[in-house]
């Protein structure tokens, strides 16, 4: 059920009302101008989350980065979590980890034709992707991670809530898992509430959308989780999910926030899940890589890993795996699919904001402006010559 996964921990509560006064006082510094948020001459869409840990916010990335690239250029600017890189650094084929950290590769790898740029201070980055001796026509940026990031003012804002972390439900850190209070979703423009079950009844949509107790102003969308065919990381053939059998035992390698989601979503093709948890952009090291060998040897046949895209960056090329387990390694990709047919209605609202606000358009309408004004002022000299 929905916000499932919430764990509070009460006797924290008094340290986050403290991070929680904290928090609310620099939103009113914001709101008031005392801080300034700062618009720019190219369309913005911001994707970020309230709430610390996993929210799905690589796949909806991508997911506008498919719907955008063919028709504008796309750049995606990220902070780069845990890279040991600093500053404002233009992602290439040869980019690594160390450099850019694990998502912006994983972005540029799917997408070598957009832009994938990681900067901590996003008006930088923006200015550096808008300047054409860096970044030669960028039409759209995409904002990964920057709910919080208000010295950058997005047109269009999304804010992704897990079902199974309903803000409404949580608590700030370090109590709960909330980086602001749940007001602050009113800065959003489109509220998406991710990794919804498939199977959802039309009365817990209609309860979600009470309690979420959205502004007039706000749209709000569900999507869920869809897992492709399993990629070898090495070697073999593709693998349908439909072809794992009752018998199999899954090694499921993770290094991210919420792993739940990915092993309640696996158990209908197999009960025999053996989860390998790390925390969220965990950088592998030879030891792991040594307990992954042994584990996964120590498990009996049919068995296979899988592992996630983020994870499989991390892990690629890494010295020291055996051959049974670079022979058996998959990644699991995944992409979101909206539910209540909301999705040519959300395609829509983005491609028309990027289309009416794009520096093309805004170039183009300043000319015929400028035109306009010096016909008018001929026209005035001109009758007064008469």
């Given at each position: 059920?929905?916000?499932?996964?919430?764990?509070?921990?009460?006797?924290?509560?008094?340290?986050?009302?403290?991070?929680?006064?904290?928090?609310?006082?620099?939103?009113?510094?914001?709101?008031?101008?005392?801080?300034?948020?700062?618009?720019?001459?190219?369309?913005?869409?911001?994707?970020?989350?309230?709430?610390?840990?996993?929210?799905?916010?690589?796949?909806?990335?991508?997911?506008?980065?498919?719907?955008?690239?063919?028709?504008?250029?796309?750049?995606?600017?990220?902070?780069?979590?845990?890279?040991?890189?600093?500053?404002?650094?233009?992602?290439?084929?040869?980019?690594?980890?160390?450099?850019?950290?694990?998502?912006?590769?994983?972005?540029?790898?799917?997408?070598?034709?957009?832009?994938?740029?990681?900067?901590?201070?996003?008006?930088?980055?923006?200015?550096?992707?808008?300047?054409?001796?860096?970044?030669?026509?960028?039409?759209?940026?995409?904002?990964?991670?920057?709910?919080?990031?208000?010295?950058?003012?997005?047109?269009?804002?999304?804010?992704?809530?897990?079902?199974?972390?309903?803000?409404?439900?949580?608590?700030?850190?370090?109590?709960?898992?909330?980086?602001?209070?749940?007001?602050?979703?009113?800065?959003?423009?489109?509220?998406?509430?991710?990794?919804?079950?498939?199977?959802?009844?039309?009365?817990?949509?209609?309860?979600?959308?009470?309690?979420?107790?959205?502004?007039?102003?706000?749209?709000?969308?569900?999507?869920?989780?869809?897992?492709?065919?399993?990629?070898?990381?090495?070697?073999?053939?593709?693998?349908?999910?439909?072809?794992?059998?009752?018998?199999?035992?899954?090694?499921?390698?993770?290094?991210?926030?919420?792993?739940?989601?990915?092993?309640?979503?696996?158990?209908?093709?197999?009960?025999?899940?053996?989860?390998?948890?790390?925390?969220?952009?965990?950088?592998?090291?030879?030891?792991?890589?040594?307990?992954?060998?042994?584990?996964?040897?120590?498990?009996?046949?049919?068995?296979?890993?899988?592992?996630?895209?983020?994870?499989?960056?991390?892990?690629?090329?890494?010295?020291?795996?055996?051959?049974?387990?670079?022979?058996?390694?998959?990644?699991?990709?995944?992409?979101?699919?909206?539910?209540?047919?909301?999705?040519?209605?959300?395609?829509?609202?983005?491609?028309?904001?990027?289309?009416?606000?794009?520096?093309?358009?805004?170039?183009?309408?300043a000319k015929e402006e400028h035109k306009e004004h010096k016909e008018n002022k001929e026209e005035k000299t001109n009758t007064i010559k008469f």
């Amino acid at each position: 059920m929905e916000g499932d996964f919430i764990k509070i921990n009460e006797w924290l509560l008094p340290c986050s009302w403290v991070y929680g006064g904290a928090v609310r006082l620099r939103n009113q510094l914001f709101d008031i101008g005392m801080l300034k948020s700062r618009s720019f001459d190219v369309p913005v869409i911001s994707v970020g989350n309230i709430t610390v840990g996993g929210s799905g916010k690589t796949p909806h990335v991508e997911y506008l980065v498919k719907l955008l690239k063919d028709k504008v250029k796309v750049a995606v600017l990220s902070r780069g979590y845990k890279r040991k890189s600093k500053g404002f650094i233009l992602a290439s084929k040869d980019s690594t980890i160390g450099e850019i950290g694990d998502e912006p590769l994983q972005m540029k790898k799917k997408f070598p034709d957009i832009y994938v740029a990681v900067d901590k201070n996003r008006c930088h980055g923006i200015d550096m992707l808008t300047d054409n001796n860096i970044a030669k026509d960028t039409e759209v940026v995409l904002l990964d991670d920057a709910f919080q990031h208000r010295y950058v003012k997005p047109g269009i804002n999304i804010l992704l809530v897990d079902y199974h972390r309903l803000i409404i439900y949580d608590k700030l850190l370090p109590a709960g898992r909330l980086r602001e209070p749940k007001e602050g979703k009113s800065r959003a423009d489109i509220v998406i509430v991710t990794k919804c079950p498939a199977d959802m009844k039309p009365m817990e949509f209609r309860v979600l959308i009470k309690a979420m107790n959205l502004r007039p102003y706000q749209k709000l969308y569900f999507t869920m989780l869809k897992y492709g065919n399993l990629i070898p990381l090495y070697c073999g053939d593709e693998m349908r999910l439909e072809e794992l059998t009752k018998q199999h035992n899954v090694l499921l390698l993770t290094g991210i926030a919420s792993p739940k989601q990915m092993i309640y979503d696996l158990k209908p093709y197999t009960e025999n899940i053996h989860p390998m948890t790390f925390g969220d952009h965990h950088q592998f090291t030879a030891k792991d890589i040594r307990r992954l060998n042994e584990k996964f040897s120590e498990l009996p046949e049919p068995k296979l890993i899988i592992t996630t895209e983020k994870d499989a960056t991390r892990i690629f090329g890494m010295d020291g795996l055996s051959e049974e387990v670079r022979h058996n390694i998959f990644t699991l990709p995944v992409e979101v699919q909206f539910m209540l047919d909301q999705q040519e209605m959300f395609n829509q609202k983005i491609i028309d904001y990027v289309s009416k606000n794009s520096r093309n358009s805004i170039l183009t309408k300043a000319k015929e402006e400028h035109k306009e004004h010096k016909e008018n002022k001929e026209e005035k000299t001109n009758t007064i010559k008469f």
